[in-house]
């Protein structure tokens, strides 16, 4: 009698791991879809030389803090729609949909003029000349790609929430093979086009950006024409209770994510003061890093999918198992990753450049970065998991703490103080990670054994 209920409950786990699965690779392979946008700007300016490498680096660094903060605060659509679907609300997840594409509407001005007053501050930061000139180049043009980013962020959002995720990746690798080749014609002058430089990597990116918007926007279109619900038949307008309720989940949100890439965007002005080949090492170090962030960052959205389906439907048992098999899923990739990192440093720095200064630097660089790659895990797909509770602020103070009031000091001081260079900056940033990932760790056991023990 006790081994049934026992083989019922690892035929549950086996059954939501495999839903988790198909929805987690979907979205994975989603979010490097958007990660190698960056890295084939970086590749592709790579034979202009290290200057341009750079120029790329704090050229993205600046337009991903505001940019980044208007997707922040569409993240709240995870939770909404997923637990909209989980109650089998069609239509209410179509009105979610809408306040999202007005909320992105109406950031879009605001950000973009912040995004233009600070093209024109790199050097009053110390950032070299050779540096400093192209890279605000590149972030004038790039500011033109907001208004088609934002509007993506919404649309994905709404289709990760309906299970809809396979298109995203369609969108995505259609998205780089256009950016790549927009790359190749306008950076260099092929095809008739002039040579751009970074800009012209820049106007590849706005167009390729375009196309993922008016792509996603199509496919949510199509997928709820054949269910029977057109999108844009009783499309509801602004309805500024739903704002509200998406600003106020969306905010901390947007303000973890400001506060997480605001630190390694601080780490890559610092490293701008150092040299252009510590820049040029720590862009090549931290687009690795990123990679395989990109990994538990979708087995995160996942995760918050999963947990707002299950929440929607008012199943709490699966709603916890769901958050636990992404932990275990993201945990597992970044261990992987990490041993990649120690056995292969130099092969991979290779992909980029044969600078023998850069070599130099690198292998190191990347032995830290494998250090915290399980943390790095941990933190992300927590992060995920407690947006599908609804549960947005533990994050935000999380990275905070972390980041700004520990790592980012001791890297800084280990940097410029003790001298210990790009090194010292990126140990700072692991006890950074090492104390987030514990603290949400801990908060999704308590926030998920809570909401377990509450009334139906």
Same mark, same amino acid.
Not at 86 to 112: E, F, N, S
Not at 198 to 218: E, K, N
Not at 230 to 257: E, N, V
Not at 357 to 382: E, H, K, N
């Given at each position: ?129 050779? /540096?400093? $000139? ?7 043009? +790039? @500011? !033109?790609?907001?208004?088609?980013? %934002? &509007? =993506? #962020? ?12 396979? /298109?995203? $990746? ?7 093979? +256009? @950016? !790549?080749?927009?790359?190749?014609? %306008? &950076? =260099? #002058? ?14 590849? $990116? ?34 500024? $209770? ?215």
């Amino acid at each position: 009698m006790s081994q049934a209920p026992a083989t019922e409950q690892g035929q549950h786990w086996k059954r939501e791991l495999a839903a988790l699965v198909n929805l987690a690779i979907p979205v994975v392979l989603s979010e490097l879809g958007w990660m190698a946008q960056g890295v084939v700007d970086t590749i592709m300016v790579g034979r202009l030389g290290p200057a341009a490498i750079g120029a790329v680096a704090v050229g993205n660094a600046v337009f991903y803090t505001p940019s980044l903060f208007g997707i922040g605060l569409l993240l709240s659509l995870d939770t909404m729609v997923a637990q909209a679907y989980g109650r089998k609300d069609y239509d209410d997840c179509h009105r979610w949909l809408a306040q999202g594409i007005y909320l992105a509407a109406a950031i879009t001005p605001v950000l973009m003029i912040l995004v233009a007053c600070a093209s024109f501050g790199y050097g009053h930061f110390g950032i070299t000349a050779e /540096v400093a $000139t192209p890279a605000s180049a590149y972030l004038r043009m +790039l @500011n !033109w790609s907001l208004l088609p980013l %934002l &509007i =993506y #962020g919404a649309t994905r959002r709404y289709l990760q929430g309906v299970g809809q995720v396979r /298109v995203i $990746t369609i969108t995505y690798v259609l998205a780089n093979l +256009l @950016n !790549w080749g927009g790359n190749w014609a %306008l &950076i =260099y #002058g092929h095809l008739g086009f002039p040579a751009m430089g970074v800009r012209g990597s820049a106007l590849s $990116t706005v167009i390729a950006r375009i196309g993922m918007a008016v792509s996603l926007t199509i496919f949510a279109w199509r997928y709820e024409r054949k269910r029977g619900h057109p999108l844009f038949k009783h499309w509801a307008g602004p309805q500024w $209770t739903r704002i509200r309720q998406l600003i106020r989940l969306g905010l901390p949100a947007a303000g973890q994510i400001i506060l997480e890439v605001g630190a390694w965007n601080a780490a890559t002005l610092s490293a701008g003061w150092l040299s252009p080949v510590a820049l040029a090492t720590h862009q090549i170090a931290i687009n690795y890093a990123s990679i395989t962030y990109m990994v538990p960052l979708g087995i995160s959205a996942a995760a918050a999918v999963a947990v707002g389906h299950a929440v929607g439907a008012g199943d709490k048992a699966r709603a916890r198992r769901a958050g636990w098999l992404s932990l275990a899923l993201g945990s597992s990739f970044m261990v992987l990753a990490g041993i990649v990192f120690l056995v292969a440093p130099r092969p991979l720095i290779e992909l980029f450049t044969h600078d023998p200064r850069v070599l130099a630097v690198g292998p190191s660089l990347l032995w830290i970065a494998a250090a915290f790659q399980i943390f790095d895990g941990v933190q992300t797909v927590c992060t995920g998991a407690l947006r599908g509770l609804g549960e947005t602020r533990a994050p935000m103070i999380a990275n905070f703490v972390g980041y700004w009031i520990l790592g980012l000091p001791l890297g800084l001081i280990l940097c410029f103080v003790l001298k210990w260079g790009i090194y010292g900056m990126w140990i700072g940033l692991t006890l950074a990670l090492i104390v987030i990932s514990s603290s949400l760790l801990h908060r999704w056991y308590k926030a998920s054994e809570k909401y377990n023990a509450e009334p139906a």
